[in-house]
């Protein structure tokens, strides 16, 4: 394609580039904090990896104290605050374009601020090796009450956004009577939705128990109850990370490769689900602490199993699409058909790596979920090797596709180098591939997570039988530091250009059309049955409330048991 006509710089540029529509500027900001966040996350991550290849750099790094102070920056900006700030753009940008209607940018700039306040006083604390918590502050460990207020500003700014973008659907239906939802809004709605009912653990246990415990207004904390409000949180928000990545595979993908959505309906149904099952399952994470009752780790196991299934939905509905792109461009046979698609596009690209690196991880996340398998995996290297594929690849990597067309949308920037961005992709997918293979290896060994290999006793007989395995992690950990410097080089090279296109020429957002859509403008009709579905499936706050009465039902009995068994203990400090 010819590349777009290019006009010089005006005198203000950057306005005019938001004129029209300013909730650009806002929406700018909370993506690019979110980058700015990854990259100092990032930078730590190959330190990591060679600390697993029993290769100790932390001697020479003063500003560090420690390997867990850097683990805590680690696991904090790459998997809390990254993903908020990115989510929190995206989700109030696409369903207000997708419904035409301009958010309330006071809202919108006091949620950013929200955040940043909260995320500099969590920093402060972290920087100044007061709250070396790791990114799942378990409690006895103790922190500075800066990190708790900041954590519960982070996750407050988050909710901001989350009842605007509600407020703003309720709003339309309102003036659209009997209209059904644009997907995308849709998607984002049900998404917001989930993550107020799934946030509320970690607000509980934050607001309630930890802020008052740090600040010395009470003596103890239960360790277990805290832990159990962690995790109610702690499952959803892992879907809280992917589902925009399925919404941008669901409803942008299939345009960028040049085809259709496959099944509307099916897009729908999967959120439907994740908002009914995302949260009822946070005990998966704790079928290894005792003082928890057997029968229901083993319902919430049964229901774990249940959340999987909208993920094979959208596996094969997503799947449908690309094989549907595909043979538009002439593509045929069974797999031959792969070779058809856009694979010099960086936004398609890496969108589709990251699809790749998820079955893996979804694979694995089955293994987990099985509470007796779950025995021999958990606290290993495998899990680590378990979500760097998750929400390491399959979200980040979709991030950095959606960074690769959303921020030339935003700024009329183009981007810097197509070259360039397809090779941060590639090499983060083989990167993290590897990092996988090793550290599910390891895990399988028994090597631990969390370790400090230089300062740890009583390895050296497992370290000798996974020379292999840890020495890939530490070759991943290089490969990925390359693909980090070559993504944000990018990305800062198309935040710092000079050249503007014209708004003609301004990257559209690639909202598909779908299957059924253009079946009926071809004059095909559409099936009565799926129609019928879309309707039952519009009624998102019929299944808000049904979701809040599920998690009840499976929490309030262990949450009530906690309580009236209260074992507070009074705050450590390790480090
Ligand atoms: Fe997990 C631990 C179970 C999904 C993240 N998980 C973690 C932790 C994190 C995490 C961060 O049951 C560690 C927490 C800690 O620090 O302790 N996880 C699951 C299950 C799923 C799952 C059942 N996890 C995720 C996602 C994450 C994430 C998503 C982040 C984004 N996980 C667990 C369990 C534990 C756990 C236990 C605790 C373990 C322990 O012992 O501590 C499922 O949702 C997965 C379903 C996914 C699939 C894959 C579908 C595939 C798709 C792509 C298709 C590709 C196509 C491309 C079509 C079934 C959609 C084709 C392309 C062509 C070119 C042809
Ligand atoms: C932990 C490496 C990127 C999230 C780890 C560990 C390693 C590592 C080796 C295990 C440390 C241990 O258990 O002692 C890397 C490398 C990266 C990278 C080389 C790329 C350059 C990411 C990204 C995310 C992420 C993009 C999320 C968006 C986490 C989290 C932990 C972790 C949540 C767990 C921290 C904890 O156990 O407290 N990383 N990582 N990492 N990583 Fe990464
Ligand atoms: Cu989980």
Not at 26 to 37: K, Q, R
Not at 296 to 319: D, R
Not at 393 to 402: D, E, R, S
Request: glycine letters at 8%; charged letters at 10%.
């Amino acid at each position: 394609t010819a590349p777009p006509p290019t006009v010089s710089a005006p005198a203000s540029p950057a306005e005019q580039v938001y004129f029209g529509h300013p909730e650009k500027k806002v929406t700018l900001y909370f993506l690019v904090t979110g980058l700015l966040m990854l990259l100092i996350g990032v930078a730590i991550g190959p330190l990591q990896a060679l600390n697993y290849a029993n290769i100790d750099v932390y001697q020479y790094l003063p500003f560090l104290k420690s390997y867990y102070q850097g683990l805590s920056l680690h696991g904090v900006l790459n998997a809390l605050v990254f993903t908020t700030y990115f989510i929190s753009g995206l989700l109030l940008y696409l369903p207000c374009r997708a419904l035409g209607v301009r958010p309330n940018l006071v809202v919108a700039w006091a949620a950013y601020w929200t955040m940043t306040i909260g995320v500099l006083m969590a920093a402060w604390a972290v920087l100044g090796n007061n709250a070396t918590l790791l990114y799942t502050f378990y409690p006895p460990l103790q922190g500075s009450p800066l990190f708790y207020i900041g954590a519960a500003l982070l996750v407050v700014g988050s909710l901001i956004i989350a009842v605007q973008v509600i407020v703003i659907w309720t709003g339309w239906k309102r003036q659209h009577p009997g209209e059904t939802t644009p997907l995308v809004a849709y998607m984002s709605v049900a998404t917001w939705m989930m993550w107020v009912i799934a946030s509320l653990g970690l607000v509980v246990e934050v607001v309630v128990f930890l802020i008052p415990w740090s600040l010395g207004w009470t003596k103890g904390v239960d360790p277990l109850l805290a832990r159990t409000l962690f995790w109610y949180t702690g499952h959803a928000i892992v879907y809280f990370w992917v589902l925009p990545a399925y919404i941008s595979w669901y409803a942008l993908l299939p345009r960028q490769a040049g085809g259709v959505i496959a099944s509307d309906s099916m897009a729908r149904l999967s959120f439907v689900l994740f908002l009914l099952l995302s949260t009822p399952v946070g005990l998966h994470h704790q079928y290894s602490d005792t003082g928890l009752s057997i029968g229901w780790k083993t319902v919430q196991m049964l229901l774990t199993f249940l959340v999987v299934v909208p993920s094979m939905l959208t596996a094969f509905s997503v799947g449908a699409s690309l094989e549907l792109a595909a043979q538009a461009r002439g593509g045929g046979g069974y797999f031959g058909w792969t070779r058809r698609l856009p694979w010099k596009d960086p936004v398609f690209t890496a969108q589709v790596l990251a699809m790749i690196s998820f079955i893996p991880g979804g694979a694995g996340g089955i293994v987990n979920a099985s509470l007796a398998l779950d025995t021999a995996v958990h606290n290993t290297a495998w899990i680590p090797g378990h979500f760097h594929i998750t929400v390491g690849t399959a979200t980040t990597l979709t991030f950095f596709a959606i960074s690769f067309w959303l921020l030339p949308h935003l700024t009329r920037k183009p981007l810097a180098s197509v070259k360039m961005a397809l090779w941060s992709a590639w090499l983060w997918f083989w990167g993290m591939i590897i990092f996988a293979v090793g550290m599910h290896w390891e895990g399988l060994i028994g090597i631990p997570r969390r370790t400090y290999f230089a300062g740890a006793t009583g390895l050296s007989e497992m370290i000798s039988r996974a020379q292999v395995p840890l020495a890939l992690t530490g070759i991943s950990g290089m490969v990925l530091a390359v693909a980090a410097v070559l993504y944000f080089t990018v990305i800062f090279r198309t935040l710092l250009g000079r050249t503007r296109v014209s708004a003609q020429a301004e990257v559209p957002i690639p909202f598909s059309q779908s299957l059924a859509e253009v079946e009926a403008l071809a004059g095909n009709g559409g099936s009565p049955k799926i129609a019928g579905a879309v309707r039952v499936l519009e009624r998102l706050w019929v299944f808000f409330a049904l979701a809040l009465a599920l998690v009840l039902v499976m929490y309030l009995p262990t949450f009530i048991s906690l309580l009236l068994n209260p074992h507070p203990v009074p705050g450590l400090r390790l480090w």
